[in-house]
């Protein structure tokens, strides 16, 4: 499993606001979901996706595309994956570490 921090950012929107992008994102994502092949958590500034590398891949380029589909003419998609292969991980399996660390700490 890999863990992909995604942001993807349409330029030229008509206002500041771009919720209405984000909620497009989110309900294709809830598809990959639904289908058993993702994981993902929208955070204020972005969203994290949990998944199979070339599903992630799959799933990066389709909510790249879902801006233009909506008539934006340019879009920047930041991406940063976390893909360890020595041992399983998980969203859940990493803030789970740190927060064993922290009650280790009190």
Do not use: W
Request: hydrophobic fraction near 40%; avoid cysteine; charged fraction near 25%.
């Amino acid at each position: 499993m890999a863990i992909v921090d995604v942001t993807v950012i349409p330029v030229g929107t008509e206002t500041a606001s771009v919720s209405r992008y984000v909620a497009d994102i989110q309900t294709i994502l809830q598809t990959y979901k639904n289908e058993g092949k993702i994981e993902f958590e929208l955070t204020p500034m972005n969203t994290i996706i949990e998944g199979e590398l070339p599903i992630l891949f799959e799933v990066i380029q389709a909510i790249h595309e879902a801006p233009f589909n909506k008539g934006i003419h340019r879009v920047a998609t930041n991406i940063r994956i976390d893909d360890r292969r020595d041992k399983a991980a998980s969203m859940s399996s990493k803030l789970a570490s740190v927060q064993t660390k922290l009650k280790e700490k009190e």
